[in-house]
């Protein structure tokens, strides 16, 4: 998932190709030269339609191949070297998503300011009303680092357009009855540029998506 981050992009793909056996961009019409420097290493690159991250996954699921994706921030906030730790349930067959998990892996972007404590006690409201309401035992229901399977990503129907898209992702795989898993990944902070993140712009957002997925 990339909108424009020039300055991290290269090294992210760079981490990620061995690891994977296609390198997709998706590119959330940047404004820099993201999407260059992407082609300029051979990764194929995709649009997305412009409306925000969520759009950006939708994008990723469908123009994805194989059995399973990954999706993985362009800032350097995730280590690719923990890519086969998310992927090896779904090889195993033991789980449809595994998700990276901040809070059993280590974040240095959850506390510090302000804005940081709503978005990790919002992030943690949001989680307990999960997992009660279909008895999971998750901790990060967050993080855009995680594994799907391509399948059942394409069986359930996301709709959110913003960074909802993560809550609502586990959400529409749980009420599928599809198994999601977590693994310990450490968030580094984003190495350049700004978040995309106003939160008190989108909190209204993510109420609505929980609220309307919990009682569906
Ligand atoms: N394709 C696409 N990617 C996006 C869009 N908005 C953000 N991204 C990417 O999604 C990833 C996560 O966005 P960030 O702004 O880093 O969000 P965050 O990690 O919660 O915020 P920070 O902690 O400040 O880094 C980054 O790699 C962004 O470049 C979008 O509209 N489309
Ligand atoms: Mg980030």
């Not at 991290?8 to 296609?22: F, G, Q, Y």
């Not at 035992?137 to 993560?166: C, M």
């Not at 350049?192 to 998506?209: D, L, T």
Request: with cysteine.
């Amino acid at each position: 998932m990339a909108r424009n981050e020039e300055g991290t992009i290269a090294d992210v793909i760079r981490a990620v190709m061995p690891h994977a056996s296609e390198t997709l961009v998706v590119d959330g019409h940047s404004t820099d030269r993201t999407r260059e420097i992407a082609e300029s290493l051979g990764v194929r690159v995709v649009l997305d339609g412009g409306r925000g991250k969520g759009d950006g996954i939708r994008t990723a699921i469908a123009a994805a191949t194989g059995e399973v994706l990954v999706f993985i921030d362009s800032d350097c906030s995730h280590d690719p070297a923990d890519i086969p730790a998310l992927v090896a349930p779904l090889l195993a067959g033991e789980a449809e998503m595994v998700v990276g998990s901040r809070w059993t892996g280590g974040s240095d972007e959850l506390g510090g300011d302000f804005g940081k404590f709503v978005r990790s006690t919002g992030s943690a409201i949001i989680t307990l009303a999960i997992n009660y309401r279909w008895g999971a035992q998750l901790t990060d229901t967050q993080n855009g680092f995680r594994a799907v399977s391509i399948p059942a990503a394409r069986q359930v129907r996301l709709t959110e357009d913003i960074f909802t898209i993560e809550q609502e992702m586990i959400m529409k795989f749980l009420k599928y009855g599809f198994r999601v898993a977590e693994r310990p990944t450490h968030e580094h902070r984003r190495r350049e540029g700004n978040s995309q993140i106003v939160v008190w712009k989108v909190a209204h957002r993510y109420c609505w998506c929980l609220i309307r997925n919990l009682l569906r």
